[in-house]
C-alpha cells in the first residue's frame, strides 16, 4: 500500500470474522475424534482396532492444537478492534481545532 492509500477497516466484518470463527471452534470442540472409534469385536482384528485408535487420538491431539489456534485467531481479531477503536476514541477527544467554527477565536 502506498502513502498516498487510505486504509479502511470495516470494524463490524471484523468483530462478525471473530464470533465466526469462535462459534465455529466451539463447535469443534464438542466433538471428540477419539469417541469415533467403536469396540474392538466391531474391527475382527486387534491391529486394526489398535492402529484406528491411534489413528483417532493423535488425529484428536492435532484437532485441539487447532481449536488453540482458532481461539488465538479469534482472540486476536477481537483485541485488535478494540484497540484500534480505543486509540481512535483518544484521538478524538485529544482533538483540539485550530480553527472555531462560531467565529470566536
Known amino acids: 500500500m502506498s502513502d498516498d492509500q487510505d486504509l479502511l477497516v470495516e470494524f463490524d466484518t471484523l468483530r462478525q470474522a471473530s464470533l465466526g470463527i469462535s462459534q465455529t ?3 469443534v470442540r ?3 475424534v477419539s469417541k469415533i472409534v467403536g469396540p474392538n ?3 475382527g482384528h486387534d491391529g486394526v482396532h489398535g492402529a484406528f485408535a ?3 487420538s493423535r488425529w484428536d491431539e492435532g484437532v485441539g492444537e487447532l481449536v488453540k489456534d ?3 485467531l ?3 481479531l477481537k483485541t ?3 484497540q484500534f477503536l480505543q486509540g481512535e ?3 478524538v477527544r485529544g482533538y483540539t481545532p485550530s480553527y472555531d467554527p462560531s467565529g470566536g477565536h
Do not use: P, R, T
Open 25 to 27: 471452534i466451539d463447535a
Open 41 to 43: 469385536v466391531m474391527y
Open 89 to 91: 476514541g483518544a484521538n
Open 54 to 56: 491411534d489413528f483417532c
Open 30 to 32: 464438542k466433538l471428540a
Open 70 to 72: 482458532g481461539d488465538s
Open 74 to 76: 479469534s482472540d486476536g
Open 80 to 82: 485488535a478492534v478494540d
